[in-house]
């Protein structure tokens, strides 16, 4: 709270952006310091945008100070130029640098650390932690030792072994680190303390790294890039950095954030060397050559203003009220795309926030406010967040959704052990209670620690609120946080008389209350959910042996005595039952290399209920886990995981600028085409190349040019490179055609193509790439990439999933199969067109769409936003042309009718006596081998 007598406020970035934008001025204050302003998150660049622009209008005689201490200053100096009343052009902000005292740290690159080995795997476009990697850090510990022994205090009873902080990705990384580190008891041999910090482990674990080790012991943290700045361990003398981090991106597709590991920034890098230099000389290991580093590390992380979704800023300045989001948004230091603030500006159409028109014009880029938007607005979560509240309010699950949407707008309140996964998930299901959903388990585990709360269970003793959180593996200061927010989310709502009124302590749901909450979570995130299919009985009948899949695990690549090893087995899955359960309980039948883990069901639960056994045992294969047994006789451990860079799996790497290309092909947005189906996905997905007469003659030239030259093998640096266009052997036909590289598999030699004037996908020898000429490279790609349109699978006809089943593939491929079709475009999407697709030589003139339906293989469905919106807007084009000139739209309609096709040519459509053409036909689905399965 602030007075009279308040000299100086502090307040988050988010709280100061809201008063800016209530007060539309700076005038309050005489001084705003903005800190750590390089991180560069969505709020600190809104508030630098709209502090600049408030300093340019009506609050000229405001100080504005920002701080980092690594920090582009030229860049924001730039940024905050004022022009003054005797100079001619701006002047920069000035600068003012502080240095700090830090101590010596030495830099190491792969370059100077051949002696250790080599690193293997680096790839610009595909960062990934592999195993030599991990080798080499590995060996750097080793070497610190002999680095020790040169010390004249060597030997001492006070010698003091330097901790070492070693910075991965992700989660997955550490533990992948952690195992090989205790591969051959390293860890006990070189008497490592091997320490996980991480936002998901428990306080207790992250309170570890700050304690000191045992004498003669060296602390090994393995960490993420919480390390950087957010937490400060004193005693650091040596870094390995993996120089990489996971970044939150916006997925284009479904508009909901991911996790992407992505190279660090030489910034992060650099915050990341000052960890070994605070108080001693220190050494940072980065595992990257020199000229990697220089090359493909950024300077700085991009912003989130151009990584993630921008909703939410959008919001914020149409409640500013000084102009379209494009424009204010583009005074921004690193604005975003035109096109990203387009696609924000639809979602909130389509969420109601924002309305079609703004000021009672059509803009696709604007759209007045609504009393929905001005909600959204006004909470400090997400619009989809928001609109699930607005859905709660509306279904009368008001108290529950706020719940939710708070603890989906921070960090997740259930926690996990470092060394026990397994009981973490094992507790999270429980919270379940059936219902499968994350959101629901959140919801009951809030509720019942508010309960307890209420009845007092936590007031005997301090430690009993911690203690039950730790058995329940649950966060307590996540748990607080949630209820924080709610109390905030609240008092906001209140503003707008929505009243979260009812106690969720004394509340029980029934399955009515958790059915209606399912639809509301359904609605909120639109269209982002799938459905579950029906699974085929008498597969899992025959997978399973008769087993009950419900109640059954199978493993796979036992030895032939396997019967002697159950006790074993039996061990592997003991986390996967309730501690005081007697492991009695399962039972194992073995056949052949095959084992049927059965689980016992001591409580029916519903029809066909899969045991919570069941989904623990399958988490271990989701995480990995190694499914190992000792066998003595020299036997393969089968059912050991082994990482992709032991098995060979796919090596990508980065595209050369200077390899031939070949042009996208040219979508059209409307209109009609006639086209061949050259490979079907499904039934729904396919991909088509038009078959006019003149692009059947160019691409007969082309493919004339590569029968009658002698073509040069692709050798060399082609060969490393993701992208390459090239000759591939079609192996139906032993002819060559025009393809592009998509991985390349070195240690078996091979590479996956794609055929780009025809979109299927094959698998060829390396020895059958040929170079491409650069008049083979002048005809742009030919494949279209297809969906048909309003339709969707039928529930008699479709999988887990919704996907097509095998019976509507097989029926859409022969419909289709060799036949010339017209394709009435609807819209065009991205890269992709949705069609409806007519066969003429029919008597009836019904679309495939419409046959698909009457057969009972699709179902009639909406069409997706983005599609009508593209519908909406080449129809409006189109309108205003006829409306311009009906004279020009009837001599275009006349030239069309004697002119030649102008899209570009392609080939001929197969035919059974030329089969020479590459087609891809959709047949029964390949099961894969795999250590555990489970319905």
């Known amino acids: 709270m602030t007075s009279d007598d308040t000299r100086l406020t502090f307040v988050t970035t988010g709280v100061l952006l809201e008063k800016l934008i209530g007060m539309k001025n700076m005038n309050e204050y005489t001084h705003i310091i903005l800190d750590e302003v390089h991180e560069r998150n969505l709020e600190t660049d809104l508030c630098l945008l709209l502090v600049r622009k408030l300093l340019r209008t009506n609050s000229r005689h405001v100080k504005v100070v920002l701080m980092s201490a690594t920090l582009e200053s030229r860049e924001y100096s730039q940024y905050f130029r004022v022009r003054l009343p005797s100079q001619a052009t701006p002047t920069p902000a000035p600068v003012l640098s502080v240095d700090g005292r830090v101590w010596p740290v030495m830099e190491f690159y792969l370059d100077d650390l051949r002696d250790f080995g080599e690193v293997e795997g680096l790839v610009a476009d595909n960062p990934r932690v592999n195993l030599t990697q991990r080798l080499m850090c590995k060996a750097l510990i080793n070497h610190f030792n002999r680095l020790e022994m040169e010390d004249p205090s060597y030997g001492r009873g006070d010698f003091f072994r330097g901790t070492v902080l070693c910075f991965l990705p992700g989660m997955p990384d550490i533990r992948d680190m952690e195992r090989t580190l205790k591969e051959d008891n390293f860890d006990e041999v070189q008497r490592l303390s091997i320490l996980p910090l991480h936002s998901s482990v428990s306080q207790e674990e992250q309170y570890r790294v700050f304690l000191a080790p045992q004498d003669g012991t060296r602390k090994v943290i393995l960490a993420t890039n919480i390390a950087e700045s957010s937490i400060t361990v004193p005693d650091i003398k040596y870094v390995v950095d993996f120089c990489m981090v996971k970044q939150l991106l916006t997925d284009q597709e479904?508009?909901?954030?991911?996790?992407?590991?992505?190279?660090?920034?030489?910034?992060?890098?650099?915050?990341?060397?000052?960890?070994?230099?605070?108080?001693?000389?220190?050494?940072?290991?980065?595992?990257?050559?020199?000229?990697?580093?220089?090359?493909?590390?950024?300077?700085?992380?991009?912003?989130?203003?151009?990584?993630?979704?921008?909703?939410?800023?959008?919001?914020?300045?149409?409640?500013?009220?000084?102009?379209?989001?494009?424009?204010?948004?583009?005074?921004?230091?690193?604005?975003?795309?035109?096109?990203?603030?387009?696609?924000?500006?639809?979602?909130?159409?389509?969420?109601?926030?924002?309305?079609?028109?703004?000021?009672?014009?059509?803009?696709?880029?604007?759209?007045?406010?609504?009393?929905?938007?001005?909600?959204?607005?006004?909470?400090?979560?997400?619009?989809?967040?928001?609109?699930?509240?607005?859905?709660?309010?509306?279904?009368?699950?008001?108290?529950?959704?706020?719940?939710?949407?708070?603890?989906?707008?921070?960090?997740?309140?259930?926690?996990?052990?470092?060394?026990?996964?397994?009981?973490?998930?094992?507790?999270?299901?429980?919270?379940?209670?059936?219902t499968s959903s994350d959101c629901i388990a959140v919801l009951f585990a809030y509720k019942e620690w508010i309960r307890l709360q209420k009845v007092g269970y936590f007031s005997t003793s301090k430690r009993k609120e911690a203690s039950w959180c730790s058995d329940n593996m649950l966060h307590l200061n996540g748990l607080k946080g949630v209820a924080d927010t709610v109390r905030d989310l609240s008092t906001r709502l209140a503003r707008f008389r929505i009243q979260v009124q009812r106690d969720l302590a004394n509340t029980e749901m029934n399955k009515t209350d958790i059915l209606i909450l399912k639809v509301v979570l359904c609605g909120a995130f639109y269209p982002n959910y799938f459905r579950w299919?029906?699974?085929?009985?008498?597969?899992?009948?025959?997978?399973?042996?008769?087993?009950?899949?419900?109640?059954?695990?199978?493993?796979?690549?036992?030895?032939?005595?396997?019967?002697?090893?159950?006790?074993?087995?039996?061990?592997?899955?003991?986390?996967?039952?309730?501690?005081?359960?007697?492991?009695?309980?399962?039972?194992?039948?073995?056949?052949?290399s095959k084992v049927f883990v059965e689980f016992e069901q001591k409580k029916q639960r519903g029809r066909q209920a899969v045991l919570d056994s069941?989904?623990?045992?399958?988490?271990?294969?989701?995480?990995?886990?190694?499914?190992?047994?000792?066998?003595?006789?020299?036997?393969?451990?089968?059912?050991?995981?082994?990482?992709?860079?032991?098995?060979?799996?796919?090596?990508?790497?980065?595209?050369?600028?200077?390899?031939?290309?070949?042009?996208?092909?040219?979508?059209?947005?409307?209109?009609?085409?006639?086209?061949?189906?050259?490979?079907?996905?499904?039934?729904?997905?396919?991909?088509?190349?038009?078959?006019?007469?003149?692009?059947?003659?160019?691409?007969?030239?082309?493919?004339?040019?590569?029968?009658?030259?002698?073509?040069?093998?692709?050798?060399?640096?082609?060969?490393?490179?993701?992208?390459?266009?090239?000759?591939?052997?079609?192996?139906?036909?032993?002819?060559?055609?025009?393809?592009?590289?998509?991985?390349?598999?070195?240690?078996?030699?091979?590479?996956?193509?794609?055929f780009v004037d025809y979109g299927n996908t094959q698998t060829v020898s390396l020895a059958s790439l040929t170079r491409l000429l650069p008049r083979e490279c002048q005809l742009p790609a030919q494949a279209l990439e297809c969906y048909l349109t309003c339709v969707r699978p039928a529930p008699a006809h479709s999988t887990e999933g919704s996907a097509w089943a095998d019976t509507a593939n097989a029926y859409f491929d022969e419909l289709v199969r060799e036949k010339r079709l017209v394709a009435k475009v609807f819209s065009r999407v991205t890269d992709t067109l949705r069609v409806e697709l007519y066969d003429r030589n029919r008597r009836d003139d019904v679309s495939i769409n419409e046959i698909m339906v009457l057969e009972g293989y699709a179902t009639k469905c909406e069409e997706p936003y983005l599609s009508k919106i593209a519908f909406a807007q080449i129809r409006a084009q189109e309108k205003a042309e006829q409306a311009a000139s009906h004279m020009t739209a009837h001599l275009e309609t006349e030239g069309e009718e004697h002119t030649p096709n102008p899209s570009p040519p392609s080939h001929p459509p197969p035919t059974k006596s030329s089969p020479g053409l590459p087609i891809l036909c959709v047949g029964a689905p390949v099961a894969a081998s795999t250590d555990l399965l489970a319905r």
């Not at 597969?539 to 019967?563: K, S």
């Not at 069941?614 to 089968?638: C, D, F, H, S, W």
């Not at 052997?729 to 998509?742: E, Q, V």
Request: glycine letters at 8%.
């Open 533 to 592: 299919g029906v699974g085929d009985e008498e597969v899992n009948r025959r997978l399973f042996c008769g087993h009950n899949h419900c109640t059954t695990v199978m493993l796979a690549g036992l030895p032939a005595n396997g019967p002697k090893y159950a006790g074993d087995i039996c061990t592997m899955f003991s986390d996967c039952v309730e501690p005081r359960a007697d492991l009695r309980g399962k039972a194992l039948h073995f056949d052949g």
């Open 254 to 434: 479904t508009g909901f954030d991911r996790l992407v590991t992505t190279w660090a920034s030489k910034a992060a890098l650099k915050q990341r060397k000052g960890r070994a230099g605070r108080v001693s000389a220190g050494r940072c290991y980065r595992l990257i050559k020199r000229e990697f580093f220089r090359k493909y590390c950024p300077n700085y992380s991009v912003p989130e203003m151009q990584r993630r979704s921008i909703e939410h800023p959008v919001l914020k300045t149409k409640k500013l009220d000084m102009g379209e989001p494009t424009q204010i948004l583009s005074l921004a230091l690193q604005p975003p795309s035109k096109v990203d603030v387009e696609k924000a500006v639809t979602n909130l159409k389509e969420l109601g926030a924002l309305t079609v028109t703004c000021g009672g014009v059509v803009n696709p880029a604007d759209g007045d406010l609504t009393f929905v938007g001005s909600l959204l607005e006004a909470l400090p979560i997400s619009a989809r967040l928001g609109r699930l509240i607005l859905l709660g309010h509306v279904f009368d699950c008001l108290e529950e959704t706020v719940v939710i949407a708070a603890a989906l707008s921070q960090r997740s309140i259930f926690t996990g052990l470092f060394n026990n996964e397994m009981k973490a998930y094992r507790s999270k299901i429980g919270w379940m209670e059936r």
């Open 614 to 754: 069941v989904l623990i045992a399958l988490k271990k294969r989701q995480m990995r886990e190694p499914l190992a047994l000792y066998i003595a006789e020299n036997i393969p451990e089968t059912l050991k995981f082994r990482p992709p860079e032991e098995t060979g799996e796919e090596v990508r790497e980065d595209f050369s600028s200077d390899v031939a290309e070949i042009k996208p092909a040219e979508i059209p947005r409307s209109g009609e085409l006639k086209v061949m189906v050259t490979d079907v996905v499904d039934a729904g997905h396919f991909w088509v190349r038009r078959c006019d007469r003149d692009t059947t003659r160019v691409l007969r030239d082309v493919m004339s040019s590569i029968a009658n030259r002698t073509l040069l093998p692709l050798t060399g640096d082609y060969l490393k490179f993701q992208g390459t266009f090239c000759l591939a052997m079609f192996t139906s036909d032993g002819l060559y055609y025009r393809a592009r590289i998509d991985s390349i598999n070195m240690s078996h030699n091979c590479a996956t193509v794609t």
